[in-house]
C-alpha cells in the first residue's frame, strides 16, 4: 500500500514533466516568431541573443512594413476567400459521395472508397503540371479561381473517406424509422443523418480549409499577380527579394497567419477527435 502510495506521485510528476515539455516544444515556434517580429535587423542577425532574447529595444518597423509596404490585407482576404469556396464545393461534393457509397452502393462502395482515397495520396508534385494544362485549357490563369478549381482535388478524397466512416456509424434503423414516418430516402437524409453527423461536418470544414490555404505548390505553379496570391505563397516569395531575407516581417507575417488556423483547431478539436475516432472504428 505504502508502494502504491509512493509511486504515485512519481508517476504524476513524471506526467506533468512530459506534458510540460510538449507544450513547450509546441509553443517554441510561435515565441521565436513572435519575438522576431519585433526585432530590429541588427538584433535579429545578433549571435547573442538570437533567436530567444532581445538585447535592443523592440521595434515596430517590421509589422509598419509588413501592413503599410506589402498587400498582406489582400493576401489574408484571398486566403479566407479560397479556403470558404474550397470547403463550400467539398462539401458540396463530398458529403453525398460519402453517404451514398456507405449507404447505397452494396459491397463495393467500400473498395470505391478506398481507391477515392487513394487518389488523395498522390503528391501534388506529380499533378502541378497536368493541373496546368487544365488550368490553361479554361482560362483561369493567374487566377485565384485556379486555386478554387485545383484545391477539391485533395480535399474531396480525404473527406470523401472521412464521412464514409461517420455515415456508416449511424444506425440504418434511425433512417429506415424516419422513412415510416413520411419522410423519403432525401428527407431521412436532411432531418436525421446530417444532425447526427455534425461531428464529421465540422471535421471535414477545418481539414478542407486548412488544407487548402496551407498549399503551397499549386499556389506557386498557378498564380504570379502579387495581389492575387494567397498567404502561404505571398509571404515567402514577396518578403525575400533576391538574396535579401526580412525576416521580421516574414516571422510575423507567418505568425499573424497562423493564429486563425490555431485557434480554429483549438475550438474544434472536439469534432476532430470525434470524427477521426469514428473513421478509426470504421
Known amino acids: 500500500m505504502c508502494a502504491k502510495a509512493a509511486t504515485h506521485p512519481g508517476r504524476r510528476a513524471g506526467l506533468y514533466l512530459a506534458t510540460a ?5 509546441s509553443a517554441l515556434p510561435f515565441y521565436v516568431m513572435l519575438i522576431t517580429s519585433f526585432k530590429t535587423q541588427g538584433d535579429i542577425f545578433s549571435p547573442a541573443t538570437n533567436p530567444f532574447w532581445f538585447s535592443r529595444a523592440p521595434t515596430m518597423a517590421n509589422i509598419e512594413l509588413l501592413f503599410g509596404q506589402t498587400q498582406f490585407v489582400q493576401w489574408m482576404l484571398n486566403t479566407v476567400w479560397v479556403g470558404l469556396a474550397v470547403v463550400v464545393i467539398t462539401l458540396a461534393l463530398s458529403v453525398p459521395a460519402a453517404y451514398g457509397l456507405a449507404r447505397i452502393a452494396g459491397g463495393w462502395g467500400e473498395t470505391l472508397g478506398i481507391v477515392i482515397f487513394l487518389s488523395y495520396l498522390v ?9 496546368s494544362k487544365v488550368i490553361a485549357f479554361l482560362g483561369l490563369q493567374n487566377s485565384m479561381w485556379a486555386l478554387i478549381v485545383a484545391y477539391p482535388s485533395f480535399t474531396v478524397p480525404f ?24 419522410h423519403g430516402r432525401f428527407g431521412a437524409f436532411v432531418h436525421v443523418v446530417l444532425p447526427l453527423a455534425v461531428p464529421g461536418l465540422m471535421t471535414v470544414v477545418v481539414f478542407a480549409f486548412t488544407l487548402s490555404t496551407s498549399e503551397f505548390i499549386y499556389a506557386l505553379a498557378f498564380i504570379t499577380n502579387s495581389a492575387d496570391k494567397t498567404i502561404s ?16 516581417p516574414l516571422l510575423a507575417g507567418a505568425l499573424i497567419a497562423s493564429i486563425p488556423i490555431a485557434v480554429l483547431y483549438t475550438f474544434f478539436i472536439d469534432h476532430l477527435v470525434a470524427g477521426l475516432t469514428a473513421v ?3
Not at 160 to 165: A, C, D, F, I
Not at 233 to 248: F, N
Open 21 to 25: 515539455l510538449f507544450v513547450v516544444f
Open 123 to 131: 503528391p501534388p508534385t506529380l499533378l502541378f503540371i497536368p493541373f
Open 159 to 182: 473527406c470523401t473517406w472521412l464521412m464514409m466512416g461517420f455515415f456508416k456509424g449511424i444506425p440504418r434503423d434511425i433512417e429506415e424509422q424516419a422513412m415510416i414516418d413520411g
Open 233 to 248: 505563397i505571398a509571404v515567402p516569395t514577396e518578403l525575400i527579394r533576391g538574396d535579401v531575407y526580412h525576416w521580421g
Open 280 to 282: 478509426a472504428r470504421d
